[in-house]
C-alpha cells in the first residue's frame, strides 16, 4: 500500500503543477522562444484557451466520480485535449474508476495511452506500473515483465522490481522473484510488505 500512496502522491503533485504553473510555463516558452513577436503571435484568446482547459479538466475530474455520465464526459474531454498533460491525468483518474468498477480491460487501455503519449517519465512511469499490475491480475505476466521495464523514473524502480518479483513468484521461478524482491529493497530497505514477501518465499518455495 506505502508504494501505491507513493504513485497517488506523485499525480497529485503533477496535478497541482499543472493546476499552478501550466499557464505561466506557456508564458515563460512563449517569450524565451519568440520574444515579443512569438508573444503577439500568440495571442490572449490562445492563453485563455489554456485556462479553460484547466477549468474544463476539474470540472470533468468532478463529474467522473458520479457514475456512467461522467466517464463519457471525462473520454470527451481526452479527446478534445489529447495533446496536453491534462488528458494524461483525466485517463490516470478514468483508469482508477474503471478499476473500481472492475473493468480492467478499459483501465488497460487508458494506461496504455498515458504510457505512449505523456511527456513526462513521471507520468509514464506511474502508467506502466498500473498497467503491469492490472496484467498481473489477466494473467498476462509477460506482458506485465515488459510493462514493469519500461518504467524509466529512478524514483520507481523499486516498484518495478517489486512487480518482476510477483510476476516470478505468480510463475513459480522462485529464484528470480527473490532476485527481483532484492533488487527492489536494496533502493526501498524501509518497505515491511517487500520484507514480508520475501521472508514468505522461502515457504512458497519449500510448500
Not at 466517464?71 to 483525466?90: C, R, V
Not at 473493468?103 to 498500473?130: M, Y
Request: glycine share 6%; no cysteine.
Amino acid at each position: 500500500m506505502e508504494q501505491y500512496e507513493t504513485e497517488e502522491q506523485q499525480v497529485e503533485a503533477i496535478k497541482r503543477f499543472w493546476k499552478e504553473n501550466g499557464l505561466s510555463l506557456i508564458i515563460g516558452a512563449l517569450l524565451g522562444l519568440g520574444g515579443l513577436l512569438g508573444w503577439r503571435y500568440y495571442n490572449d484568446s490562445q492563453i485563455d484557451a489554456k485556462e479553460q482547459a484547466s477549468f474544463a479538466y476539474e470540472k470533468a475530474s468532478e463529474e467522473l466520480i458520479k457514475g456512467e455520465a461522467g466517464f463519457g464526459q471525462a473520454k470527451s474531454f481526452i479527446d478534445s485535449h489529447s495533446d496536453t498533460g491534462y488528458a494524461m491525468l483525466m485517463a490516470l483518474e478514468m483508469a482508477q474508476q474503471a478499476i473500481e468498477r472492475k473493468d480492467l480491460a478499459e483501465a488497460a487501455k487508458q494506461l496504455e495511452f498515458v504510457a505512449s503519449n505523456a511527456k513526462l517519465t513521471a507520468v509514464q512511469s506511474i502508467a506502466q506500473l498500473r498497467l503491469a499490475r492490472i496484467q498481473i491480475e489477466q494473467g498476462e505476466f509477460e506482458l506485465a515483465l515488459a510493462s514493469a521495464e519500461k518504467v524509466s523514473d529512478q524514483a520507481f524502480k523499486s516498484q518495478s522490481q517489486e512487480i518482476k518479483g510477483d510476476v516470478y513468484l505468480a510463475q513459480q521461478l522462485f529464484d528470480k522473484a527473490r532476485a527481483a524482491y532484492s533488487a527492489a529493497l536494496e533502493t526501498n530497505d524501509r518497505d515491511q510488505v517487500l520484507k514480508m514477501k520475501l521472508d514468505n518465499l522461502a515457504i512458497a518455495a519449500n510448500g
